[in-house]
Antibody, heavy 118, light 107 residues
Framework: QVQLQESGPGLVKPSETLSLTCTVSGGSISSHFWSWIRQPPGGGLEWIAY???????DYNPSLKSRVTISLDTSKKEISLRVTSVTAADTAVYYC????????????WGQGTLVTVSS | EIVLTQSPGTLSLSPGERATLSCRAS???????LAWYQQKLGQAPRPLIYAASSRANGIPDRFSGSGSGTDFTLTISRLEPEDFAVYYCQQYGTSPLTFGGGTKVEI
């Protein structure tokens, strides 16, 4: 069974870059699409982006100009970078399998809270 | 993008009762690629239903999904104490993937 673990700094200053890593265990990184989803405190869920091991990716247009998703097959890690963060980027960030059109979000990590504050 | 509207916002029921949750899409969802997730406080969403009506692995049969096009329903036939949570629908037929705003099922 695939297990996902998100990691990264819990606090980021406004205008800086947020960087997160999702580490995969118990499965092959070439067997799934990999997504990032976020959820602000007390709010709903927002899909951010997905990537496949071949390098194909897709982004939510609402965030596309500030977001980069990448994948390191040797380390079995999926990374997310969000530039020029504001308080609106404060959220729990989840990684999950799936996210390509016709591919549901299956396995989820436990999430990591990122707070944007000076 | 496809906007998903869930109703009601909150459903107040008792254990043993039937819960009916609605998810309406702003346009037809391709292939009925509609999923339902359960989320408890402080936890990640848990997949319940895929493709509108297929239960995910390990999900009890009191959970069922139905619908097509723009109207979808999640039914919990007899609420157990552990079912009180927030439920989200999500479409994955068209990019960007989108979620509904959630329905809270409370005692």
């Amino acid at each position: 069974q695939v297990q996902l673990q998100e990691s990264g700094p819990g606090l980021v200053k406004p205008s800086e870059t947020l960087s997160l890593t999702c580490t995969v265990s118990g499965g092959s990184i070439s067997s799934h699409f990999w997504s990032w989803i976020r959820q602000p405190p007390g709010g709903g869920l927002e899909w951010i982006a997905y990537i496949y091991y071949t390098g194909i990716s897709d982004y939510n247009p609402s965030l596309k100009s500030r977001v980069t998703i990448s994948l390191d097959t040797s380390k079995k890690e999926i990374s997310l970078r969000v530039t020029s963060v504001t308080a609106a980027d404060t959220a729990v960030y989840y990684c999950a399998t799936g996210g390509h059109v016709t591919t549901p979000l299956g396995y989820w990590g436990q999430g990591t809270l990122v707070t944007v504050s000076s | 993008e496809i906007v998903l509207t869930q109703s009601p916002g909150t459903l107040s029921l008792s254990p043993g009762e039937r819960a009916t949750l609605s998810c309406r899409a702003s346009q037809s969802i391709s292939g009925s690629y509609l999923a339902w997730y359960q989320q408890k406080l402080g936890q990640a969403p848990r997949p319940l239903i895929y493709a509108a009506s297929s239960r995910a692995n390990g999900i009890p049969d009191r959970f069922s999904g139905s619908g097509s096009g723009t109207d979808f329903t999640l039914t919990i036939s007899r609420l157990e104490p552990e079912d009180f949570a927030v439920y989200y629908c999500q479409q994955y037929g068209t990019s960007p993937l989108t979620f509904g705003g959630g329905t809270k099922v409370e005692i």
